[in-house]
């Protein structure tokens, strides 16, 4: 230590009291930027996902709109061509329904929130609530 850094045992309480706001102002940024990493490496996670998925989502849509017409048409030999569009299509309603359901059931399952964040963000509360006392 230097002469103007005193330690511990000399320092008087205004110092004590600025080293801990340095401290905690220290800490404070550095839990900022935890925060910034682990939300910004879920956003990035998300966002590949969410890619895929419009690629996927696409190329399903193409498939099923020519295979549908193909359902259709097969089954406009059996029956009026109306009626077979309309059975095709009920069927893809109730398809759609239950992908809806499902999709949004895990799009509420998805978390965000910085748990590791938060968590060691109480915990240094915590701690300078004790060292304050």
Do not use: C
């Not at 682990?38 to 190329?59: C, I, N, P, Q, Y």
């Not at 949004?104 to 998805?110: L, T």
Request: glycine content about 10%.
């Amino acid at each position: 230590m230097t002469a103007q850094q005193p330690n511990g045992q000399d320092a008087s309480l205004g110092d004590l009291f600025s080293q801990l706001s340095s401290d905690l102002s220290a800490l404070l940024r550095d839990e900022v930027q935890l925060a910034k990493v682990e939300v910004t490496d879920d956003a990035k996670h998300v966002a590949r996902a969410g890619g895929m998925l419009g690629a996927a989502g696409f190329a399903g849509y193409m498939a099923i709109l020519l295979l549908s017409f193909a359902a259709a048409w097969g089954l406009a030999e059996l029956m009026p061509i109306g009626v077979a569009f309309l059975i095709v299509g009920a069927i893809w309603i109730v398809v759609g329904a239950v992908l809806y359901s499902v999709g949004r059931k895990r799009m509420k399952e998805a978390n965000l929130k910085p748990e590791k964040t938060i968590e060691t963000m109480q915990e240094n509360i915590q701690w300078a609530k004790q060292q304050t006392s």
